[in-house]
């Protein structure tokens, strides 16, 4: 099975940036895309991002679309969120996660890391 890790989160005023990462490792690291997602405090999963394995396709969703860049360092089995012009909207625990097809759709995605604090505050 696959094992995702993030880093990368922290506290940041808002305004500012943060890269987050996503190391897969493992004996199988065949999947169709990674996905960010975040969950703030009392509210439900959203998806933030996710880019094809193979064909590079990206999707955003609407918050951070123009602010956030998904991108992926093959060598080192990496997946990237570069999250620019963060607000306090922007707070939430950040996972990352592996699905077999494309989808946009946390229930489609089957392995999960354990996710990265994003605190965005003055």
């Known amino acids: 099975q696959v094992r995702l890790v993030e880093s990368g989160g922290g506290l940041v005023q808002p305004g500012e940036s943060l890269r987050l990462s996503c190391a897969a490792s493992?004996?199988?690291?065949?999947?169709?895309?990674i996905g960010w997602f975040r969950q703030a405090a009392g509210k439900e999963r959203e998806g933030v991002s996710c880019?094809?394995?193979?064909?590079?396709?990206?999707y955003y969703g609407d918050s951070v679309k123009g602010r956030f860049t998904i991108g992926r360092d093959n060598a080192k089995n990496t997946v990237w969120l570069q999250m620019n012009s963060l607000n306090p909207e922007d707070t939430a625990v950040y996972f990352c996660?592996?699905?077999?097809?494309?989808?946009?759709?946390?229930?489609?995605?089957?392995?999960w890391g354990q996710g990265t604090q994003v605190t965005v505050s003055s």
């Open positions: 996660a592996a699905s077999s097809r494309w989808s946009r759709l946390d229930r489609d995605y089957d392995y």
């Open positions: 880019i094809g394995t193979y064909d590079n396709i990206t």
């Open positions: 493992g004996s199988n690291l065949e999947h169709s895309a």
